[in-house]
Nanobody
Framework: QVQLVESGGGLVQPGGSLRLSCAAS????????MGWGRQAPGNERELVAV???????NYADSVKGRFTISRDNAKKTVDLQMNSLKPEDTAVYYC?????????WGQGTQVTVSS
């Protein structure tokens, strides 16, 4: 069983920054992918940033150059630093973990970008 708990969402003005954090617990294997997805009202959930256990990262074009994903394997955490936020970044953000062919999601944290 895997549990993912996010924190750090909130309200921020356009151009501002937020940092999301996710703590994983349970049966976490040494090789996995961790990441962040988001879902805005009326849209499907999309992965915006992924990082492998060796540190390789990948970003959606919509966030490239503005978001940075990082992880601490010892602490089993993954963070998402979001800079230059735009109103279209408003969504519920979900922590994601993929290992041994299974996908796990956290409960989500709301990020609202508005003046």
């Amino acid at each position: 069983q895997v549990q993912l708990v996010e924190s750090g969402g909130g309200l921020v003005q356009p151009g501002g920054s937020l940092r999301l954090s996710c703590a994983a617990s349970g049966s976490i294997f040494s090789f996995n992918y961790m990441g962040w997805g988001r879902q805005a009202p009326g849209n499907e959930r999309e992965l915006v940033a992924v990082i492998t256990s060796s540190g390789t990262t990948n970003y959606a074009d919509s966030v490239k150059g503005r978001f940075t994903i990082s992880r601490d394997n010892a602490k089993k955490t993954v963070d998402l630093q979001m800079n230059s936020l735009k109103p279209e970044d408003t969504a519920v953000y979900y922590c994601h973990l993929r290992q041994t062919g299974s996908n796990y999601w956290g409960q989500g944290t709301q990020v609202t970008v508005s003046s």
